[in-house]
């Protein structure tokens, strides 16, 4: 249903995103990120860039275990990133990595506080959250959602009430294929009354009866 709903509500489609989660699923769960909302990031994502399904899941995912490493482990080993870096470059806009127990703050609701604030950073600052959060690597996977992510958000939203989609369109499918199939048989059925009321066919009829008198007539 989620699936569904998000192809047909952006430029991507169903299969596309499956494709997409399928190689991410493992890192997001690790990070307790909810199912709807890392769909939304990649039907954004998706109908923004065209790239592949794979290849967008696959830098997802690459984005999501780097985060999930430096929370699990306290550092990155590709780039030596500590926890202590990402939770700085947290602060430096006011946005805060673990709650007042000390415990890590649901990855997707800090995501939406960066996305807030997003558009009245500078540059140099956008680029300090990208590179921190996201790594050299996917810092512009990292603004690629961002760009769309006030969508992606609208779309989580309504993605939690899509329960039913699928078998909504499917139900619309069999419809119009009923009506399809009603509208050929009423044609049909015209055509066959409209042979059956033609002089032609009478005439047929007329000449097959003289035949058969004639036969008759012979033996």
């Known amino acids: 249903d989620v699936f569904t709903y998000l192809g047909d509500a952006t430029a991507t489609g169903a299969d596309e995103i499956g494709i997409g989660f399928s190689k991410t699923g493992g890192a997001a769960a690790a990070l307790g990120l909810e199912f ?10 998706s109908s923004k860039t065209r790239e592949s399904a794979s290849s967008i899941g696959h830098n997802i995912n690459t984005m999501l275990s780097r985060l999930s490493r430096i929370t699990e482990t306290g550092f990155n080993e590709d780039d030596d ?4 870096d990402v939770a700085k470059a947290l602060n430096s806009i006011d946005i805060a990595l673990t709650d007042s127990q000390g415990n890590f703050r649901n990855f997707g609701t800090i995501l939406d506080e960066v996305n807030a604030k997003w558009y009245k950073l500078d540059d140099q600052t956008r680029a300090y959250i990208a590179n921190t959060m996201a790594g050299t690597r996917q810092q512009s996977r990292f603004y690629n959602l961002m760009s769309g992510y006030a969508e992606s958000i609208e779309l989580y939203e309504q993605s939690l009430e899509s329960a039913g989609t699928a078998q909504s ?9 009923q009506a399809t199939i009603d509208k050929f048989k009423s044609t049909l059925e015209g055509l066959w009354i409209s042979v059956i009321d033609s002089d032609s066919l009478m005439s047929v009829v007329k000449t097959a009866t003289s035949f058969l008198n004639v036969i008759d007539s012979l033996v």
């Open 36 to 45: 709807e909302k890392v769909a939304s990031w990649i039907a954004v994502i």
């Open 81 to 84: 990133t500590k926890l202590n």
């Open 169 to 177: 369109k499917f139900n619309l499918y069999l419809k119009s294929n």
